[in-house]
């Protein structure tokens, strides 16, 4: 992604280390908290993000240096020019180098309702990594907490994934 690893952990691993530092991971919100077991379980980055906060479409793509981030600890910043972000059509970064820094703009909260969770593997192997990560959490959704799920793997033949319109 063109920037220091060592400076710039992506979330599974900055998981692991908090995990090996400390014995335990944060308990944040019973979903997010999954995502997190998932993550570090696989060494995968995976993202829980609040779909009532997302305004419209949401797209990875390179940031333009004008997109909003709202930081987990409440900063207001701008990624630079050529960052790799989930961006709204309202010019909201919900998540910034890939999802390995996610936003407090869509991060999950007691009311929400809907989520998006994202994990994101590019290794060799990766495919049968992530679908065996969606399984697991399907899985965990249905005997957790009896909510329906969808699963689905993009690829670069088949990148995107239409959300049905949210009502209400």
């Given at each position: 992604m ?53 305004g ?48 407090g ?26 679908r ?37």
């Amino acid at each position: 992604m063109g920037c220091p690893p060592t400076r710039y952990r992506c979330a599974a691993e900055s998981l692991l280390r908090r995990l090996r530092r400390d014995g335990d991971l944060p308990r944040l919100h019973p979903l997010v908290d999954l995502g997190n077991a998932l993550s570090v379980r696989c060494a995968v980055p995976v993202a829980v993000l609040d779909l009532a906060r997302i305004g419209d479409d949401l797209t990875v793509r390179p940031a333009d240096g004008t997109e909003s981030y709202l930081g987990l600890g409440g900063d207001s910043e701008q990624p630079a020019p050529g960052e790799v972000i989930f961006a709204d059509q309202g010019g909201n970064a919900h998540a910034r180098r890939w999802c390995h820094r996610q936003s407090g703009t869509s991060a999950v909260r007691a009311g929400t309702t809907e989520v998006l969770v994202v994990v994101e593997a590019m290794h060799e192997g990766a495919a049968p990594t992530v679908r065996r990560m969606l399984d697991a959490l399907a899985a965990a959704l249905d005997e957790l907490w009896r909510v329906p799920s969808r699963t689905a793997l993009l690829t670069a033949d088949a990148p995107e994934l239409a959300v049905p319109v949210r009502t209400g």
